[in-house]
């Protein structure tokens, strides 16, 4: 199950897909990409509002990562955040939505 993180890098990712078909031929499918980054988005603003009355130091440091642009795979072993991104860095490409 996904939590509020990831549900943010989601919108995040879906977010920057829509941008990018902005001014293209499918106008459309920009729509549906912002329209699914919403979801997204919704969903983690309501998991961010339920952490913060009821979570863990583990949903606080997912959070921290999330909003650095970081995965969960680039924390230390010692559990301490790398250090943010570089600016333009990319990412792994949205998922597919049909």
């Known amino acids: ?6 549900h ?8 920057a ?3 990018r078909r902005l001014g293209q ?3 459309q499918a920009a729509e549906q990409w912002a329209a699914v980054a919403q979801v997204f988005a919704t969903l ?10 009821h979570g863990s130091s583990d949903d606080a440091r997912e959070w921290q990562d999330a909003l650095a642009g970081r995965t969960r795979q680039e924390r230390r072993r010692d559990g301490s955040p790398m250090p943010p991104r570089r600016p333009g860095a ?5 998922p597919r939505v049909v």
């Open 8 to 15: 943010y890098r989601m919108a995040e990712q879906l977010a």
């Open 17 to 19: 897909e829509a941008y």
């Open 25 to 27: 031929e499918d106008e």
């Open 90 to 94: 990319t990412r792994d490409p949205p």
């Open 1 to 6: 199950m996904a939590n509020g993180a990831t």
């Open 44 to 53: 983690a603003n309501t998991a961010a509002v339920l952490q913060a009355r």
